[in-house]
């Protein structure tokens, strides 16, 4: 057994997987999917389920690592933004070099803070320096550099 994906279904597929591109050096995984039918429909219980999108490679693990699902469907369910504390999954983490140097190319790319950059000793583990923020379609990222 091994964690295949992650998904997040968006407003504009391509340009928010380009954002995950430019900010943390995912690569676009060929092909790019356009799925709709029956099979579609049935699999995820959506009626009329159409959708484009692509899988993104995560940086860290490899050619064959999991991947980042980056899917637009023709109808997309309402929403609120996610909040740290909301029950579910609620956001994405990148262990990253410099949390303030990939927090500024988060900004340069459309996404912003939503915490403040923090650290703190974890007794027994290490230094952790990390903030929450958000993509530029509101969903959350953790950034996180360890000592």
């Not at 994906?5 to 060929?30: D, G, M, R």
């Not at 915490?115 to 952790?128: F, L, N, R, Y």
Request: net charge neutral; hydrophobic share 35%.
């Amino acid at each position: 057994m091994r964690y295949a994906h992650t998904n997040i279904v968006s407003h504009n597929w391509k340009s928010l997987a380009e954002f995950y591109v430019k900010t943390f050096e995912c690569k676009i995984v060929p092909p790019i999917r356009s799925q709709a039918g029956n099979w579609l429909e049935k699999g995820t219980g959506v009626k009329n389920a159409q959708l484009e999108g692509a899988h993104l490679l995560l940086p860290g693990h490899g050619e064959n690592g999991p991947t980042l699902e980056i899917y637009q469907y023709a109808h997309i369910e309402k929403q609120g933004l996610p909040v740290p504390n909301q029950r579910g999954f609620t956001h994405l983490a990148f262990e990253v070099d410099s949390v303030e140097k990939t927090l500024e190319n988060m900004k340069k790319n459309g996404g912003e803070p939503f915490g403040q950059i923090t650290t703190k000793e974890v007794k027994g583990v290490g230094e952790i320096t990390f903030i929450y923020a958000r993509d530029p379609e509101g969903n959350l990222i953790e950034l996180q550099s360890w000592k």
